[in-house]
């Protein structure tokens, strides 16, 4: 079974460009989530698709950033414009739904300079 | 808000024991996990516990007290391989996010 990919691996911006992440789930998993590690900070939460529907999106941090899952399956993130303090490592992680645990990707590494 | 503690760094050598606490503070309980990232590598899925005890699997263990908002993790017969940074996570809700720690990096020495 292949796992949680993402895609770049490394993204390398000047602030005010934009960026799409892509994540493509574990087949058959409607959960899907995305996370961000900022330098020195703990992962936190970003938002939570349920199929193509936003389950939660409290933590997405200003309207610069938009996710969408059309379909239900892959999803992506674009920031635009991107800002200095977006860069970090964005995880995307899934589950089936009432599964115990989130299988996670490699994240991609997002430097904006 | 959501308060995750965990050690920042421990040392250990091949071969014996050590145990990672992680307390936590949280508006709701649906579960504890633990997860080990290698760096640039996804954090993988270790265990999870949701009922008071201890869970087993190899050479991992996990414990939880919900009363004293608690867990640690055991890991047994130390392999360099074990390098690695470990996340507590805590769930408040089922089938929803998890709330992370700042993670304890852990460095195995022969």
């Known amino acids: 079974e292949a796992g949680v990919t993402q895609f770049p691996s490394h993204s390398v911006i000047e602030k005010g460009q934009t960026v799409t992440l892509r994540c493509d789930p574990i087949?058959?998993?409607?959960?899907l989530y995305w996370y961000r590690r900022v330098m020195g900070k703990e992962i936190k939460f970003l938002l939570h698709?349920?199929?193509?529907?936003?389950?939660?999106e409290s933590g997405m941090p200003n309207n610069r950033f938009l996710a969408e899952r059309t379909g239900g399956t892959y999803s992506t993130l674009k920031v635009q414009p991107a800002e200095l303090e977006d860069s970090g490592v964005y995880f995307c992680?899934?589950?089936?739904?009432?599964?115990?645990?989130?299988?996670f990707g490699p994240g991609t590494r997002l430097t904006v300079t | 808000g959501q308060n995750i503690d965990q050690p920042t760094e421990m040392t250990a050598t091949e071969g014996a024991i050590v145990q990672i606490n992680c307390t936590y503070q949280?508006?709701?309980?649906?579960?504890l996990f633990w997860y080990q990232q290698h760096a640039g590598e996804a954090p993988t899925f270790l265990s999870y516990?949701?009922?008071?005890g201890l869970e087993e699997k190899g050479r991992f263990s996990s414990f939880l007290s919900r009363s004293k908002g608690y867990s640690y993790l055991l890991l047994k017969e130390l392999q360099m391989k074990d390098s690695a940074s470990y996340l507590c996570?805590?769930?408040?809700?089922?089938?929803?996010?998890?709330?992370f720690g700042k993670g304890t990096s852990l460095l195995v020495t022969p």
């Open positions: 992680a899934s589950s089936q739904e009432e599964s115990y645990e989130q299988y």
């Open positions: 087949s058959g998993h409607d959960n």
């Open positions: 698709f349920v199929k193509e529907s936003k389950q939660d």
């Open positions: 949280t508006s709701g309980f649906n579960g």
């Open positions: 516990n949701v009922l008071d």
């Open positions: 996570a805590v769930r408040d809700r089922p089938g929803y996010a998890l709330n």
